[in-house]
């Protein structure tokens, strides 16, 4: 069972007239995060692809938010042309928010955007890998951004980037990195466990071979504010959109306040701004998908308790994985948590009478049992391999390469070559994302 901790409060949140958008592709879990975190707020918005923005619909909104995720593949996503209807969205007085990855998607860089003059800090000179609970010390304490907010400033981060700024009168500093908070780890390694009985971080350094020591991000920029044209920007690589945790959607919420002040009020008809839900096929969610949904959960927590059992990972929180350095942990997180959420709000549609609007969804879905049961398989072994590779000394066991070829082929078939989602692992996660969306803006919009 996931556990608790931080992730349990709940914020009731005034509903808010204005629209935002929250842009789907390439966010995967990210994605499905920032859902639940504008879902636990109250704050209202609508889900929107590529698609959508290359149909205009962005003149329906005020705020763009982009979760986190490869901002590169975001921005390749969204081509020439979708990136440039959002610049032009930001430039004529939309907001734009973006976390991590989103944040990313923002900068000066390529397949970015270039609303702000900063890019990413080379990885020579930054943390690389480090996640958890942090300290914030805000640059600006009376931006709308911490209003009702008190000290300590904790929030969290997964595995962020960091800033480049380029031009410093062009971009103002919201909150700099102060201290780690709970749980803040880099890599595998817990912060406070390393400071208190570990010894000294040159030492891990050696052994892992990149930066290690947080000092490096002290009073480094987290969250950043500037100006596209009449438009305002707000990165942060900190994930304000961390669901249930109550001091996180506060400041979501006054940050959509502050942006929703800073845009021109729009006349618009008060219907969703998509069209796409009245077209496509109806798909009522009947006793085969329904079986077939019981048959995914069946594996889903299989394939969990297979690497529980071998020590391999553990819930972190109730939607991340801690897992043994050196494994894909965070493509089985992904896979894992939004597997559950399919077919738990699949499992609770058939008391509800649930449908889809999407041409295809039914086959794509049994589709997707046959190929989910098909990769957790083949992942199996691969786990299987991982684990003992450990124990009879391989070598140093990475997420890329290790001494052994029947993991690096397994590894290179499942999930590519690269870092980046590849692999049987990119066709699987690309159905199951599309099929999560799917019942997502259908539950939202009926």
């Known amino acids: 069972m996931a556990p608790s901790g931080p992730f349990t409060k709940i914020l009731i949140i005034n509903t808010m007239q204005r629209k935002i958008a929250i842009l789907w592709d390439e966010s995967f879990l990210w994605g499905l995060i920032a859902y639940l975190a504008f879902k636990s707020a109250h704050i209202p918005f609508e889900l929107i692809s590529t698609e959508d923005v290359l149909n205009g619909t962005l003149e329906n909104f005020d705020i763009l938010m982009v979760p986190g995720g490869w901002a590169t593949q975001k921005g390749r996503k969204l081509g020439k042309t979708g990136k440039e209807e959002i610049r032009e969205f930001i430039k004529c007085g939309g907001g734009f928010l973006g976390f991590c990855g989103g944040a990313g998607l923002a900068l000066d860089v390529p397949d970015g955007l270039a609303l702000l003059p900063v890019r990413r800090k080379k990885a020579e000179r930054r943390l690389i890998n480090f996640s958890g609970g942090v300290f914030l010390q805000p640059t600006q304490p009376y931006h709308h951004m911490w209003k009702g907010i008190n000290p300590p400033y904790e929030f969290f981060v997964w595995w962020p980037s960091q800033f480049e700024i380029e031009d410093t009168t062009a971009v103002r500093i919201l909150a700099s990195y102060q201290s780690a908070g709970t749980d803040f780890r880099v890599s595998d390694l817990n912060v406070e466990?390393?400071?208190?009985?570990?010894?000294?971080?040159?030492?891990?350094?050696?052994?892992?071979?990149?930066?290690?020591?947080?000092?490096?991000?002290?009073?480094?920029?987290?969250?950043?504010?500037?100006?596209?044209?009449?438009?305002?920007?707000?990165?942060?690589?900190?994930?304000?959109?961390?669901?249930?945790?109550?001091?996180?959607?506060?400041?979501?919420?006054?940050?959509?306040?502050?942006?929703?002040?800073?845009?021109?009020?729009?006349?618009?008809?008060?219907?969703?701004?998509?069209?796409?839900?009245?077209?496509?096929?109806?798909?009522?969610?009947?006793?085969?998908?329904?079986?077939?949904?019981?048959?995914?959960?069946?594996?889903?927590?299989?394939?969990?308790?297979?690497?529980?059992?071998?020590?391999?990972?553990?819930?972190?929180?109730?939607?991340?994985?801690?897992?043994?350095?050196?494994?894909?942990?965070?493509?089985?997180?992904?896979?894992?948590?939004?597997?559950?959420?399919?077919?738990?709000?699949?499992?609770?549609?058939?008391?509800?009478?649930?449908?889809?609007?999407?041409?295809?969804?039914?086959?794509?879905?049994?589709?997707?049992?046959?190929?989910?049961?098909?990769?957790?398989?083949?992942?199996t072994n691969l786990l299987g391999k991982e684990r003992f590779a450990l124990d009879n000394s391989l070598g140093p066991l990475e997420k890329l390469s290790s001494n052994s070829s029947g993991i690096n082929r397994l590894r290179s078939e499942l999930f590519g070559q690269k870092m980046s989602f590849g692999g049987r692992y990119r066709k699987l996660i690309k159905l199951l994302d599309d099929l999560l969306f799917a019942i997502l803006r259908c539950e939202d919009h009926g």
Not at 222 to 237: A, D, N, Q
């Open 193 to 379: 466990d390393i400071e208190c009985w570990g010894g000294k971080w040159e030492r891990w350094e050696s052994i892992y071979g990149i930066t290690l020591n947080p000092k490096v991000l002290w009073g480094e920029p987290s969250i950043i504010e500037g100006s596209f044209g009449k438009g305002k920007v707000i990165l942060s690589y900190v994930h304000l959109d961390t669901p249930m945790h109550m001091r996180s959607q506060l400041a979501l919420k006054n940050t959509c306040e502050y942006l929703f002040d800073s845009c021109p009020e729009k006349i618009r008809d008060t219907k969703s701004s998509l069209s796409c839900y009245e077209m496509g096929e109806i798909v009522l969610l009947d006793a085969e998908i329904i079986e077939s949904a019981s048959r995914i959960r069946k594996a889903v927590n299989g394939f969990y308790e297979f690497g529980y059992r071998n020590l391999l990972w553990n819930w972190r929180n109730p939607w991340l994985l801690h897992w043994k350095r050196g494994l894909r942990g965070l493509e089985y997180t992904t896979l894992l948590v939004m597997s559950k959420e399919l077919t738990s709000r699949i499992l609770k549609g058939s008391k509800q009478k649930v449908t889809v609007r999407c041409n295809g969804w039914k086959k794509k879905f049994l589709r997707l049992e046959r190929e989910i049961k098909s990769f957790f398989e083949q992942a």
